[in-house]
C-alpha cells in the first residue's frame, strides 16, 4: 500500500509572494502518478496539476508547478505570484497506473492561507 | 459537461436511522468513487465501480455501508443504523478508463451531521 506524507499542516504567506508546498509518498510501483488537488471552502475538489511518474520534465501550470523528484518520493507544489483565490486546503495524491481501482491516496493536505 | 452531482448537500439524521446518498457522474465516465472525508484530513477511499461492477471495497466499508450503480450511471451509498462516528462528508468522484491519466473529478459531497 502507498502512503502520502503532507507535513505542513498550514501555511501563510502574502499576496504575490511564491510558496512550496511539501509532499512525500511511499510506494514499491513504478508506474503512478502523482497530483494535486485543491480544495476552496466551497470544498469542492479541483484538480491543480498532475505529474506522470516516467516523465522526468516537471509539470507545470500557469502560476503552478511542481518539483518532481523521483529517487526521493518527493513531489512538491509552487504557486508563484500568489493570489487571494489561492487560499484552500492543497492535497498531495498518489494514483497507481494499474488501472485506478485503488483510487487516489491522499495526504492530510496543508492548509494555505494567502494574506493580503 | 455538466460536472459530477451530489445530493442532497447536507442530511442531519438522528443516530440509528438510515441515510442514501445519490451521486450523478459525468455522463461520460464508467468509473465511479465514493470517499469519505472528515474534518482537516483528507478524503479516505470508500469503493469503487467501473460501470456496474463493484471492484473494490475499503475496509472502512463496514456491513452498515452498502453502494450500488445498477445501471453503470448514477450511484447511491446507504448508511443503515447511522452512528456518531459516520458524520463526515461523502465524496463522489468519476473518470474515464481511457489509455494515460484520467484524474478524477470530484462532486461537492454530502455533508452527513449524524446527532
Known amino acids: 500500500a502507498q502512503t502520502v506524507t503532507q507535513s505542513q499542516p498550514e501555511m501563510s504567506v502574502q499576496e504575490a509572494e511564491t510558496v512550496t508546498l511539501s509532499c512525500t509518498y511511499d510506494?514499491?510501483?513504478?508506474?503512478?502518478?502523482l497530483f494535486w488537488y485543491k480544495q476552496p471552502p466551497s470544498r469542492q475538489m479541483i484538480l491543480v496539476i498532475r505529474q506522470e511518474a516516467y516523465k522526468q520534465q516537471n509539470a507545470t501550470e500557469n502560476r503552478f508547478s511542481v518539483n518532481f523528484q523521483k529517487a526521493a518520493k518527493s513531489f512538491s507544489l509552487k504557486i508563484s505570484d500568489s493570489q487571494l483565490g489561492d487560499t484552500a486546503m492543497y492535497f498531495c495524491a498518489f494514483m497507481n497506473a494499474r488501472g485506478g481501482a485503488d483510487g487516489l491516496t491522499f495526504g492530510k493536505g496543508t492548509h494555505l492561507i494567502i494574506q493580503p | 459537461d455538466t460536472g459530477v452531482s451530489q445530493n442532497p448537500r447536507h442530511k442531519i439524521t438522528k443516530r440509528g436511522q438510515n441515510v442514501t446518498f445519490r451521486c450523478d457522474p459525468i455522463s461520460e465516465h464508467n468509473r465511479l468513487y465514493w470517499y469519505r472525508q472528515t474534518l482537516g484530513q483528507g478524503p479516505e477511499f470508500l469503493t469503487y465501480?467501473?460501470?456496474?461492477?463493484?471492484?473494490?471495497k475499503s475496509r472502512l466499508l463496514s456491513d452498515r455501508f452498502s453502494a450500488e450503480r445498477p445501471k453503470g450511471s448514477f450511484s447511491t451509498l446507504e448508511i443503515q443504523r447511522t452512528e456518531q462516528g459516520d458524520s463526515a462528508m461523502y465524496l463522489c468522484?468519476?473518470?474515464?478508463?481511457?489509455?494515460?491519466?484520467?484524474?478524477?473529478?470530484f462532486g461537492n459531497g454530502t455533508r452527513l451531521t449524524v446527532t
Open positions: 510506494t514499491s510501483e513504478n508506474n503512478y502518478y
Open positions: 468522484a468519476s473518470s474515464s478508463s481511457g489509455q494515460g491519466i484520467s484524474p478524477l473529478h
Open positions: 465501480f467501473q460501470n456496474e461492477a463493484q471492484l473494490e
